[in-house]
């Protein structure tokens, strides 16, 4: 059988009535509706698909592309919800759904919830969860710091923004780090700030301590040229000034100003950071 929730790559075995047959090299077979069959083709031509079930429940395949598939996370619209659980617009004909028991909390029609796509093993069916926690992992973890990862923000929280690290790991963002707005269901670069004895992962935007003065140098340099060579800001300025005009903490501000500094690129003056004309 062809794993539900999955791409698969197949080759047109027939055409009938209803649509063409695909078979893999196993023999496996799955019907491509005739809404999504190509406009030309020949018998024994690849196409690749999405399979999942129908609303007959049954193994159906096809050519659109769903906001996620099986084991991924995705930021998705609840467009219905019945008495038995919520249903999600995941890109095809047939919604996600999403039982009550795996709502973090109530969902409601028209709101958007970062969920997580897994097969129930006792129906066979893709269904979602927003209680996403419970799919994430921090038992090995398989990230070191300074290292570069994906995320995707999660939740706030008290001390700032719950966040996914490549798709495995629970990181915590912490406030004083952000100085960008957030949303749920952002997907974005960041770093590993530390990882901790216990399993947990500090994560930033910026890349940390001494790798971080480089591309913020380079950053603020950047800022510098299409602010025509000037930047009200200095070592002195306080960090909302600072946070307000170069998106950077204080502390990685003034390692970027020290480091352009040092190299003759920037003139500090008492109402600015000037960019040095090149000799």
């Excluded at 008290?158 to 952000?178: F, P, Q």
């Excluded at 909302?240 to 204080?250: A, G, R, T």
Aim: glycine share 6%; charged share 30%; aromatic share 10%.
């Amino acid at each position: 059988m062809l794993a539900i929730g999955e791409y698969h790559t197949l080759k047109i075995d027939r055409d009938t009535e209803p649509g063409l047959f695909l078979k893999d090299d196993d023999g496996n077979e799955v019907l491509l509706p005739n809404k999504y069959k190509p406009a030309t083709f020949e018998i024994g031509d690849e196409i690749k698909v999405f399979v999942y079930l129908d609303h007959e429940e049954r193994p159906v395949a096809t050519t659109l592309k769903p906001f996620v598939k099986l084991d991924e996370f995705g930021f998705l619209k609840c467009v219905e919800v019945s008495e038995i659980g919520a249903f999600m617009d995941w890109g095809l004909e047939k919604h996600l759904f999403v039982p009550f028991k795996e709502q973090a909390v109530k969902m409601r029609q028209g709101e958007r919830y970062l969920i997580f796509c897994y097969l129930d093993e006792l129906t066979d069916r893709l269904v979602g969860s927003s209680k996403v926690d419970a799919f994430l992992d921090n038992s090995q973890l398989t990230v070191e710091a300074f290292e570069e990862v994906d995320l995707i923000v999660a939740n706030p929280t008290e001390l700032g923004w719950n966040v996914i690290v490549n798709e495995i790991h629970k990181g915590l963002l912490y406030k004083d780090d952000v100085f960008q707005k957030l949303h749920v269901g952002d997907r974005l670069k960041g770093f590993v700030k530390k990882t901790r004895p216990d399993g947990k992962i500090d994560i930033t935007l910026q890349r940390p301590g001494y790798r971080s003065i480089e591309p913020n140098a380079q950053e603020l340099l950047t800022l510098l040229e299409i602010k025509g060579g000037f930047l009200p800001l200095t070592d002195k300025s306080s960090p909302q000034e600072v946070q307000k005009e170069v998106q950077m903490s204080k502390k990685s501000f003034k390692r970027a100003l020290g480091n352009l500094y040092k190299q003759r690129k920037v003139d500090i003056k008492e109402n600015g950071i000037y960019l040095k004309n090149e000799e």
